[in-house]
């Protein structure tokens, strides 16, 4: 494999762009209101009330607005400035949670203005995450951004062990109302550093939105390797999310010791998402999207251990095994998107990639609620890991994913003389 050059020197680097600094501060701090917010919206509903059927129609309406405005968001991410749609975004996001605070801290929160609220947050989100994509690549030089990918997930992984303690903590002793507060205020904090980006809107050729969005599509279909990962993603988030999320809980108290075991459990695999990122600050592979293909299979791993019900030490490993290898797909996986498709397309690009998977977020569920009925839960839970191999053997046929390698400085050089000639032609 080929290496590139040494990452203390890259991130060295990277310290010196005053627009990184801005980006990973303001991912830092939303992160620590987003790792509460889970925890602070579910007791939110239970304070006026709600149950099970209150919460799911809470989390419903966060969830759909993320899939009907992504398309719209990646359009927006190609035309407009995207530090300006970051910083509407977050704005937009703050002031939703803020309105919650106040109406959960005033007692007058119901489930149809808790969900409201998680509708505008849903939609706030939908035109963020892809504007976040291509600014990446916009404010860091290309041969670094491996290092900037990792060195992004690196307070989000690292919020997420202490995150949810403290979250529990702050509703425990005062009530859901001021972790979502909190959760309001660094969303306007993030908005504000992500302003002073001022990044400049791509440039597009002329056109309405509808023609962009066929235009999109076509990029899109014509890219083999990235409506493949994105079809087998589908299939791995839906597998995943039903086997662990879903039935890991069950496992863990009819099996184990419950949820002190599942916590343990939960704490490998995040313990492994932060392992995952310190390798990826080290190691530079050079089959980039071959790499991200392969260790995301790893997700199958504690589905097996939990379906086998092998002793906890194996399936503390197997959760943590897939933490590594989560993260190294993630940061493979940007970084190949990055610097294989052009700035003037990534925010429609990364758009119909979320697109296929959020759906599998309740279709997984759905699948898994319908299994359940009729299999045991380990059955469904080797099920699962099955699904995760099978996706991933079948992407590792496709001969486009050996062909999304590590731009070296002569890839970047002969890539930027042709797009000089077909922009002369």
Same mark, same amino acid.
């Given at each position: 494999?080929?290496?590139?050059?040494? +990452?203390?020197?890259?991130?060295?680097?990277?310290?010196?762009?005053?627009?990184?600094?801005?980006? $990973?501060?303001?991912?830092? @701090?939303?992160?620590?209101?987003?790792?509460?917010?889970?925890?602070?919206?579910?007791? *939110?509903? @239970?304070?006026?009330?709600?149950?099970?059927?209150?919460?799911? $129609?809470?989390? !419903?309406?966060?969830?759909?607005?993320? @899939?009907?405005?992504?398309?719209?968001?990646?359009?927006?991410?190609?035309?407009?400035?995207?530090?300006?749609?970051?910083? @509407?975004?977050?704005?937009?996001?703050?002031?939703?949670?803020?309105?919650?605070?106040?109406? $959960? =801290?005033?007692?007058?929160?119901?489930?149809?203005?808790?969900?409201?609220?998680g509708f505008v947050s849903g939609t706030a989100a939908s035109f963020t995450v892809p504007a976040a994509q291509g600014a990446v690549a916009q404010i860091v030089?290309?041969?670094?951004?491996?290092? =900037?990918?990792?060195?992004?997930?690196?307070? +989000?992984?690292?919020?997420?062990?202490l995150g949810p303690v403290v979250g529990g903590v702050i509703v425990a002793a005062s009530g859901a109302a001021w972790a979502l507060a909190w959760d309001a205020?660094?969303?306007?904090?993030?908005?504000?550093?992500?302003?002073?980006?001022?990044?400049?809107?791509?440039?597009?050729?002329?056109?309405?939105?509808?023609?962009?969005?066929?235009?999109?599509?076509?990029?899109?279909w014509s890219r083999t390797w990235l409506w493949t990962y994105t079809a087998a993603g589908t299939v791995l988030v839906a597998a995943w999310l039903a086997g662990?999320?879903?039935?890991?809980?069950?496992?863990?108290?009819?099996?184990?010791?419950?949820?002190?075991?599942?916590?343990?459990?939960?704490?490998?695999?995040?313990?492994?998402?932060?392992?995952?990122?310190?390798?990826?600050?080290?190691?530079?592979?050079?089959?980039?999207?071959?790499?991200?293909?392969?260790?995301?299979?790893?997700?199958?791993?504690?589905?097996?251990?939990?379906?086998?019900?092998?002793?906890?030490?194996?399936?503390?490993? !197997?959760?943590?095994?897939?933490?590594?290898?989560?993260?190294?797909?993630?940061?493979?996986?940007?970084?190949?998107?990055? /610097?294989?498709?052009? /700035? !003037?397309? /990534?925010?429609?690009?990364?758009?119909?990639?979320?697109?296929?998977?959020?759906?599998?977020?309740?279709?997984?569920?759905?699948?898994?609620?319908?299994?359940?009925? +009729?299999?045991?839960?380990? *059955?469904?839970?080797?099920?699962?890991?099955?699904?995760?191999?099978?996706?991933?053997?079948?992407?590792?046929? $496709?001969?486009?994913?050996?062909?999304?390698?590590?731009?070296?400085?002569?890839?970047?050089?002969?890539?930027?003389?042709?797009?000089?000639?077909?922009?002369?032609?």
């Amino acid at each position: 494999m080929k290496v590139a050059d040494e +990452s203390p020197t890259s991130i060295r680097t990277l310290a010196k762009i005053a627009g990184f600094r801005r980006f $990973v501060s303001a991912n830092l @701090i939303s992160a620590t209101g987003s790792a509460m917010a889970p925890l602070a919206l579910a007791y *939110a509903v @239970i304070e006026q009330g709600g149950g099970a059927g209150s919460l799911g $129609v809470v989390l !419903a309406t966060n969830t759909v607005p993320t @899939i009907v405005f992504l398309l719209a968001g990646g359009l927006f991410a190609d035309r407009l400035s995207r530090s300006w749609l970051l910083f @509407i975004g977050n704005l937009l996001a703050a002031g939703a949670q803020g309105a919650l605070a106040v109406t $959960v =801290a005033t007692g007058h929160a119901t489930t149809v203005s808790i969900a409201a609220c998680g509708f505008v947050s849903g939609t706030a989100a939908s035109f963020t995450v892809p504007a976040a994509q291509g600014a990446v690549a916009q404010i860091v030089p290309e041969r670094h951004l491996q290092q =900037a990918n990792a060195l992004l997930r690196l307070p +989000s992984n690292a919020v997420k062990v202490l995150g949810p303690v403290v979250g529990g903590v702050i509703v425990a002793a005062s009530g859901a109302a001021w972790a979502l507060a909190w959760d309001a205020l660094t969303f306007a904090a993030a908005a504000v550093l992500l302003l002073g980006l001022r990044l400049e809107a791509p440039l597009v050729a002329p056109g309405g939105v509808l023609s962009d969005l066929r235009a999109g599509w076509v990029g899109f279909w014509s890219r083999t390797w990235l409506w493949t990962y994105t079809a087998a993603g589908t299939v791995l988030v839906a597998a995943w999310l039903a086997g662990f999320q879903l039935l890991g809980p069950l496992v863990a108290a009819a099996q184990y010791a419950g949820a002190r075991d599942w916590g343990l459990i939960q704490a490998a695999f995040t313990c492994g998402l932060l392992a995952g990122t310190v390798v990826c600050l080290r190691w530079k592979p050079y089959r980039l999207l071959m790499v991200a293909v392969v260790t995301a299979g790893a997700l199958a791993l504690p589905l097996a251990a939990l379906a086998c019900t092998v002793p906890l030490s194996l399936v503390l490993l !197997a959760a943590a095994l897939a933490g590594v290898g989560l993260d190294v797909a993630i940061v493979a996986w940007s970084t190949a998107f990055q /610097q294989h498709v052009p /700035q !003037a397309e /990534q925010g429609r690009m990364s758009a119909f990639n979320g697109v296929g998977e959020r759906l599998a977020i309740p279709l997984g569920y759905l699948i898994t609620a319908l299994a359940a009925h +009729s299999w045991s839960s380990q *059955a469904v839970l080797l099920t699962c890991a099955g699904l995760i191999v099978a996706a991933t053997v079948l992407n590792l046929c $496709v001969p486009a994913v050996y062909r999304i390698n590590r731009l070296t400085p002569v890839d970047q050089t002969a890539a930027a003389d042709g797009l000089r000639t077909v922009e002369q032609a």
